[in-house]
């Protein structure tokens, strides 16, 4: 009875895999192009990145005596999240559109349930699991119902394109059909422009989302640890973000620069406790 190594060497092809070695070079390939179509949004977007990850760093040293378990778990979640961007952004680099949107939708949702905290902070537990006697973290209806607001469009988007390659299998069925596609089925690697387009506006939003809610949340402690020349510094990115938002070509995207703004008054009231949200 043959062993598992010896089963692996019957099929081993002793040369380098044609295909892997095609999708590498596309890759190559797509990152050039990337940075030939959108090399200033590549560029600000390191920059914005590296920032971000030193502001989250720097609130480490900062006192946390007064912090509940509430704020802790909001901390957490941006680091977490930051990795989860940074790789959507590299699938975009590499040309998986849809890969990218998936990670770009997961760490929407977080957003919110950071936000979902500071509005409802005896319920944080929502945002881990459902817990019996508590609201329940539902991001439709939380956006709906409680923010009132109209960025919902964008995460059924992001879900419809995320789900299990539903969307391009119908586009390619329907291609087929009427005629428009003739090519053999196959694993199919190009540049596509409104799909790199796409994954720009959706890294972007969630950069202005995620940033605003570091810098409000977080505002007293940043103040206080951050040299006064990167404190002013974080206060242009989180309004370059927004702006990058309001000056989007799509109207429907553009109009989300409210929803962010008001997003920002939401939680600064209720960080400030100005007033809290109704229960509904």
Same mark, same amino acid.
């Given at each position: ?10 099929i081993r092809n002793p040369f380098p895999s044609e295909t892997s070695l095609r999708i590498i070079e596309f890759q190559e390939n797509h990152k050039l192009q990337i940075l030939t179509v959108f090399g200033n949004f590549i ?113 059924? $988007?992001?879900?419809? $394109? ?28 190009e540049f596509d422009f409104p799909s790199s387009a796409m994954c720009v506006n959706f890294i972007n939003l969630n950069l202005a989302l995620h940033f605003q809610n570091l810098w409000i949340l977080f505002y007293d402690d ?22 990058? $938002? ?16 008001? $997003? ?17």
């Amino acid at each position: 009875m043959s062993t598992t190594r010896e089963k692996i060497e019957e099929i081993r092809n002793p040369f380098p895999s044609e295909t892997s070695l095609r999708i590498i070079e596309f890759q190559e390939n797509h990152k050039l192009q990337i940075l030939t179509v959108f090399g200033n949004f590549i560029k600000t977007f390191e920059d914005i990145f590296d920032f971000f990850n030193t502001a989250i760093y720097a609130i480490n040293y900062v006192p946390k005596k007064s912090w509940g378990i509430q704020k802790s778990i909001q901390f957490l979640f941006f680091p977490q999240t930051l990795k989860t961007i940074y790789c959507g952004f590299d699938n975009f680099l590499r040309g998986y559109y849809d890969e990218s949107v998936t990670l770009l939708r997961s760490a929407y949702e977080t957003a919110f349930r950071t936000i979902f905290i500071s509005c409802f902070p005896k319920e944080y537990e929502s945002v881990f699991y459902n817990k019996s006697g508590q609201r329940q973290f539902n991001l439709t209806n939380f956006l709906e119902d409680i923010l009132k607001i109209d960025c919902g469009f964008v995460y059924r $988007i992001m879900s419809k $394109i995320g789900h299990s390659k539903v969307l391009r299998v119908q586009e390619e069925l329907h291609g087929r059909r009427k005629g428009q596609i003739k090519t053999p089925v196959s694993l199919k690697y190009e540049f596509d422009f409104p799909s790199s387009a796409m994954c720009v506006n959706f890294i972007n939003l969630n950069l202005a989302l995620h940033f605003q809610n570091l810098w409000i949340l977080f505002y007293d402690d940043l103040k206080s640890i951050l040299k006064e020349e990167n404190f002013i510094k974080g206060e242009k990115v989180k309004n370059l973000l927004l702006l990058f $938002i309001q000056e989007n070509s799509e109207p429907a995207f553009s109009k989300i620069s409210a929803d962010l703004e008001k $997003i920002a008054s939401i939680l600064t009231e209720v960080k400030y406790g100005k007033k809290r949200r109704k229960k509904t």
